[in-house]
Every structure is written in C-alpha cells, then in structure tokens.
C-alpha cells in the first residue's frame, strides 16, 4: 500500500536518515602531532586538487593557505577545536562534510567559505553550538543535512544561503528556531524537519514558497504551529505532517501556515498529531493528486475531513480517515467517507 510505504520512509528519515557516507573519501592520515602553527595564514596554494580527510590537528596545518579544493573535505576529527588555518578556503568542488568532531564548539575557521559544490554534511558534532563560522557561504550545489547536533541551538550561520537541491534538519535537540534560513525561497527535492525535540516553530521558512518533492514535519514534540510556511504554494511529491505511531508533532494544534498550500502532487498524510483541532490552514488546497490520509489525531473531528474532501478539485487516489475525534460538527457534512 503507498501509504505504509510513505510511512516507512518518514520512519527511516528520522532514524537512519543521519549517516556517514565516506565512500569517496581519502584519508588524510593519522598522524598525532597536535601542534599548531602561529604564524599568520597566506592565502597564496591556489587549489588543492583531490579529496583530502582531516582527522587530527595537525593536519588543518596541510590545507592552510589553500582557497578552493577540488574534491570532497571530510572534517572528522574528534580532537580538533580550532578551524582557523582554513580562513583561506573559499570553496569545495564536491561535499564538504563535518562529522564527529567531538570538542569543535565552532566553526570560525571557515569564515571564508562561499560556496559548496555538492553536498554540505554537519553531523554528529556534540559539542558545536553555532554554525556563524559559515555566514559567508551563499551557495550549496546539492544537499544540505544537518543531523544529531547535540549543542547545536540555531542555524544562524546559514542566512545567505538562497536554495538547495534537498534540505534535512533532523534530530537536533537543542534547536528552538530555524531563523538562519530565512534566504530559503526553494527546496528542489525533499525538505525534512524531524526529531528537533525543542523546536518551537518554523519560522525561518517564510521565504519558502516551493518544494520540488517531499515535505515532512515529524516528531518535534514541541512544535506547535507551521506559520513560518506562509509562503508555500506547493509540493510537488507527499506532504507527511507526523506519520505512523509515535511519529507525530505531539502539541501542534493547527496548520494554519498552509494557507496559501494549493497542491500536493502525491500523497497528503497528516497522522498522529494528539492536539491537532482543524485543518483550517488548508482552505486554499484544491489537488491532492494522491493518496490522502488523516488518521490518529486524537483532537480533530472527522468532519473536518470532509470539508476538506469537499474543497478538492478531484478525488484522491485512496482515503484513510480513521480513529480522529468522533465527530462534533453539526450537521455533518456530505462528503464523508
């Protein structure tokens, strides 16, 4: 069934969604020497031509003076606490990937960085609580992921960033806003915003109006409304606000940030969200060209499903309505399923 399907993946999204994919990288070695070097950086290597690892202090020391590197940088190094000696670095050809450095608090170092040729990864770094080291950076060519940043409580660092091809905010507990993404006016393929247990709204997206395929809302426990998506005027894949057991948005009561939402080229499945009261927020939705799914939201009468199945241009693929608030509306409208 391609709900339970949808259903799964939002699932892995959260859980699994998070990992290191280090096929393409190249070690930079283990050498231990911790040692720094004072003297001031010039900025006269030119480009770095491969991939290059940093895995220990010492060697940021390797890639000081360089402004671009053709390949992919991995920062993995779990003793560094100081990015200074790459201010020179302007660009990346491929990925730039920061992942478990565990006593790296900022990212400082990397002030000059303005562009990022495919994939920005910031993961599993549990003492970073700020990604202003990155202000100067206003393009990223694929991805961007921001995953299991334990300290990590806003994203203000990212405010010159205009779009990317598929943005994952996910298991970030420490979070409360997303106000450093308020350049974003698209997202090409999937937007995902899960499991950010102190998020509070989505604000910083209020520049957004398109979303290429996926938009997922799941798990944030204290998110209680979506008005930073004021802007959106359409998904072009699935919209999952909370998905199966346990995977809803425990506290939000409306959905009022979707008013402007006309179209939902696939599925539409908004599930177990305990405080949910209405679907208001979706007056203006005229296609779900899906399935469509609203079940386990245990403060939301069924009529209000109805409603919804009234406004809609043409009939969904498949309705599931289930196990909503008996229904309270009177009268109950016509077109309940």
């Known amino acids: 069934m391609k709900y339970l399907l949808l259903m799964v993946m939002a699932t892995v999204i959260v859980c699994g969604g998070c990992g290191d994919d280090d096929d393409d990288d190249f070690d930079g070695g283990t050498d231990t020497d911790t040692d720094t070097d004072t003297d001031p950086v010039e900025c006269n290597m030119g480009e770095y031509s491969d991939h290059f690892e940093i895995n220990t202090q010492s060697y940021i020391q390797w890639l000081a003076g360089y402004t671009s590197i053709s390949g992919i940088l991995t920062i993995k190094c779990p003793s560094c606490t100081d990015l200074s000696e790459l201010i020179c670095l302007a660009s990346t050809g491929w990925d730039l990937r920061i992942q478990e450095n565990d006593a790296l608090t900022n990212l400082d170092g990397l002030s000059g960085l303005t562009s990022v040729g495919e994939a920005l990864e910031i993961e599993f770094n549990p003492s970073l609580t700020n990604l202003n080291g990155l202000s100067a950076l206003n393009s990223v060519g694929g991805y961007l992921r921001i995953c299991g940043n334990l300290a990590l409580t806003n994203l203000d660092g990212l405010s010159a960033v205009t779009s990317v091809e598929d943005l994952h905010i996910l298991s970030n507990p420490s979070l409360t806003n997303l106000d450093g993404l308020s350049a ?48 959106l005027t359409s998904v072009g894949g699935n919209l999952l606000i909370g998905t199966g057991p346990g995977g809803g948005n425990d506290v939000l009561t409306n959905v009022d940030g979707l008013s402007n939402l006309t179209s939902v080229g696939e599925a539409l499945a908004i599930d177990n969200n305990d405080a949910l009261t209405n679907l208001d927020g979706l007056s203006a939705l005229t296609l779900v060209g899906g399935d469509l799914s609203i079940s386990g939201n245990d403060a939301l009468p069924d009529c209000e499903v109805c409603d919804l199945l009234d406004q809609l ?9 289930h196990d909503n608030l008996s229904d309270t509306c009177t009268p109950v409208p016509a077109n309940c399923p």
């Open 313 to 321: 241009a043409t009939t969904p693929t498949s309705i599931n309505v």
């Open 184 to 231: 974003v006016t698209s997202v090409g393929g999937d937007l995902g915003i899960s499991g950010n247990d102190t998020l509070t709204n989505v604000d910083g997206l209020s520049n957004l109006t398109s979303v290429g395929w996926e938009l997922a809302i799941s798990y944030n426990d204290a998110l209680t409304n979506v008005d930073g998506l004021s802007s």
